[in-house]
């Protein structure tokens, strides 16, 4: 986590922010506490999405479809204001370093972690299925290692964006190279077998430390996704399996996101869970983590806000 600049802000709608914990093509996400004393992740949009409206309107959906999404192994949507002068969406805090980061600092995780990646990611998306949605950005960065098991996150932001004049105008694409599934490149639409295309891309990066469709430039990643079989080196055994069926090409050969998790984990991923399920080098990443945030609040209580909050529009729920 980064410590606010001059320029950002330290207070959104009721919470406090206490650092920033990363930036992306849809804006950046901080750290913030409720007056309560919740901890949340707070995702502020860039401000150009905000000058956009049908940005906004698709926003407000996003975020209403995302509230109802609160089943095991995601983050809940806490909080959101789409009407706000630069919008922004809650959810609660988890800690724990992203796949992405944990895989770039310690190299594959061991297969037993993989295996229950797979599952829990497997039953979170059953679940949003089940509901009707569709998350569309699957990818390491959005997938969270806790002590309590993987979180899926980022519900709300990346779908609003899709078609918007802000996005065409920026050259944002949704989705990210490598990881969306053949369809979603064509402009054919996104079901849920896209986002079961994204989760075995996710497992074998995860296993591997290396996406499974390598290239220096999206162009190329894209054309392998639509063209090319995957990349899964040493990856063997089941969990290549696994793998291999969820990135055929054709979606209506994956498997169903229930079937996947029952096949990783026949009893549940939290039976696996529970028994420990990272390595000892993450678990005492996350720890220390825990102790820096405790340090964080102690240090940042009582402090007056040194800038001006984001604020404008009404503030919807709690």
């Given at each position: 986590?980064?410590?606010?600049?001059?320029?950002?802000?330290t207070?959104?709608?009721?919470?406090r922010?206490?650092?920033?914990l990363?930036?992306?093509?849809?804006?950046?996400?901080?750290?913030?506490?409720?007056?309560?004393?919740?901890?949340?992740?707070?995702?502020?949009?860039?401000?150009?999405?905000?000058l956009?409206?049908?940005f906004?309107?698709?926003?407000?959906?996003?975020?209403?479809?995302a509230?109802?999404?609160?089943?095991?192994w995601?983050?809940?949507?806490?909080?959101a204001?789409?009407?706000?002068?630069?919008?922004?969406?809650?959810?609660a805090?988890?800690?724990?370093?992203?796949?992405a980061?944990?895989?770039?600092d310690?190299?594959?995780?061991?297969?037993?972690?993989?295996?229950?990646?797979g599952?829990?990611?497997?039953?979170?998306?059953?679940?949003?299925?089940?509901?009707?949605l569709?998350?569309?950005?699957?990818?390491?960065?959005?997938?969270?290692?806790?002590?309590?098991g993987?979180?899926l996150?980022?519900?709300?932001?990346?779908?609003?964006?899709?078609?918007t004049?802000?996005?065409?105008?920026?050259?944002?694409s949704?989705?990210?190279?490598?990881?969306?599934?053949?369809?979603?490149?064509?402009?054919k639409?996104?079901?849920?077998?896209a986002?079961v295309?994204?989760l075995?891309?996710?497992?074998?990066?995860?296993?591997?430390?290396?996406?499974?469709?390598?290239?220096d430039?999206?162009?190329?990643?894209?054309?392998?996704?639509?063209?090319?079989?995957?990349?899964?080196?040493?990856?063997?055994?089941?969990?290549?399996?696994?793998?291999?069926?969820?990135?055929?090409?054709?979606?209506?050969?994956?498997?169903a996101?229930?079937?996947?998790?029952?096949?990783?984990a026949p009893?549940?991923?939290?039976?696996?869970?529970?028994a420990?399920?990272?390595?000892?080098?993450?678990?005492?990443?996350v720890?220390?983590?825990a102790v820096?945030?405790?340090?964080?609040?102690?240090?940042?209580s009582?402090?007056?806000?040194?800038?001006?909050?984001?604020?404008?529009?009404?503030?919807?729920?709690?």
């Open positions: 986590m980064q410590p606010l600049g001059a320029d950002e802000p207070v959104v709608g009721p919470y922010l206490l650092g920033r990363g930036s992306g093509g849809m804006g950046r996400v901080y750290l913030g506490r409720s007056a309560g004393g919740r901890t949340v992740a707070v995702k502020i949009v860039h401000p150009h999405f905000a956009d409206e049908e906004r309107a698709r926003f407000r959906r996003e975020v209403d479809a509230r109802r999404v609160g089943g095991a995601t983050a809940p949507v806490l909080d204001d789409p009407g706000a002068s630069v919008p922004w969406v809650a959810t805090y988890a800690a724990g370093p992203s796949l980061a944990a895989v770039t310690g190299g594959p995780l061991p297969d037993h972690s993989v295996r229950v990646l599952a829990g990611l497997a039953e979170a998306l059953a679940a949003v299925h089940e509901l009707g569709v998350h569309r950005d699957v990818k390491p960065s959005n997938v969270l290692l806790t002590l309590d993987p979180l996150i980022d519900f709300g932001i990346a779908r609003a964006t899709d078609g004049a802000s996005l065409t105008s920026t050259g944002v949704i989705g990210s190279p490598g990881y969306m599934s053949p369809e979603q490149i064509l402009g639409g996104a079901t849920g077998a986002d295309f994204s075995g891309a996710v497992l074998a990066y995860a296993a591997t430390g290396e996406p499974p469709f390598p290239g430039s999206s162009a190329a990643l894209l054309y392998k996704v639509v063209h090319e079989e995957p990349e899964l080196g040493p990856l063997d055994g089941e969990l290549r399996e696994v793998v291999e069926s969820c990135l055929t090409k054709d979606p209506s050969a994956r498997p996101p229930g079937d996947l998790a029952r096949r990783l009893d549940g991923a939290a039976r696996l869970v529970a420990g399920w990272l390595p000892g080098a993450l678990v005492e990443q720890s220390r983590g820096q945030l405790l340090n964080l609040e102690a240090t940042t009582g402090q007056e806000a040194a800038s001006g909050p984001v604020t404008g529009g009404r503030r919807h729920g709690r």
